[in-house]
């Protein structure tokens, strides 16, 4: 059972309600030139992108249990180029495409109201009513910088797992610091789940993957997750067959392509 934290109330609430197998998410930005972040240029930047990245993540955590999701995007006054940049800025962190973009109705989801609304910091509590969903307030993104998920050589969805690392409603601030670590830790990952790919297959620890999905289920508890792959990947006394198939599986959820040099020439990391 997905529970998320509803803003207004502070209290969990059930989503999808009922016993439906249908998620709907809508995904409130705000105006894309506008300033939610410290850079002085309008431009599609982390403090854009965290809260369609909060709707993927519950989305793919509520195909877990098997159920569908449909997520819907709405920004005021969205041009058409600011559109395809968006998109492409959402594809390069590794954002599911949401199944409408619009740039008026702000209700819900094609054909019926959203059971869940995200709002990305910036957009005013006055731009849309929830309605009977529950209400997610995103936290903030602090960039200094601008980050450019297009430079050659960076890999984007570094910035995928820096915002992750932090509770969704917490504020985040990214340098180009603590991107360049967050990119050696997720390469050397990578090359952990490579090298345990080698190794005869085992089945995931139940406990841990029993406390992964407690955690998704409890307010998205995304950094409990990331914390128990650290546990898991320094544990000498799981085996390796079972440390891969588990990274793969919850990378169903993290998004973080964790099994990128699967198949690659090895590289000494260890």
Not at 136 to 156: S, T
Not at 191 to 217: C, K
Request: with cysteine; glycine share 10%.
């Amino acid at each position: 059972m997905l529970r998320i934290a509803d803003t207004r109330t502070g209290r969990l609430a059930e989503i999808p309600p009922g016993h439906r197998h249908l998620l709907r998410i809508c995904v409130h930005l705000p105006g894309i030139d506008a300033a939610t972040d410290t850079t002085s240029a309008p431009a599609i930047g982390a403090a854009h992108l965290r809260a369609p990245l909060v709707g993927d993540v519950l989305a793919r955590a509520a195909e877990l249990h098997g159920l569908q999701a449909v997520t819907v995007l709405t920004a005021p006054d969205l041009p058409d180029e600011r559109a395809r940049a968006l998109d492409r800025a959402m594809g390069a962190l590794g954002i599911h495409p949401p199944a409408a973009v619009d740039a008026h109705d702000a209700t819900g989801s094609p054909g019926a109201p959203a059971d869940v609304h995200l709002f990305a910091h910036g957009t005013g509590s006055d731009t849309a009513d929830a309605g009977d969903g529950a209400r997610i307030d995103v936290g903030g993104v602090n960039a200094p910088i601008a980050i450019d998920l297009g430079l050659e050589g960076a890999d984007p969805l570094a910035v995928r797992m820096l915002l992750l690392g932090h509770a969704h409603s917490v504020p985040v601030t990214v340098t180009l610091a603590a991107l360049a670590e967050t990119g050696r830790f997720l390469g050397h990952w990578r090359q952990q789940v490579a090298d345990w790919a080698r190794e005869p297959s085992r089945p995931i620890p139940a406990d841990l993957l029993q406390r992964a999905y407690a955690a998704l289920d409890d307010n998205l508890g995304v950094p409990a997750v990331l914390e128990l792959l650290v546990g898991l990947a320094r544990d000498s006394d799981v085996p390796g067959g079972a440390k891969f198939e588990t990274f793969a599986h919850l990378d169903r959820v993290l998004g973080l392509d964790l099994a990128r040099e699967v198949g690659r020439q090895p590289k000494e990391t260890r």
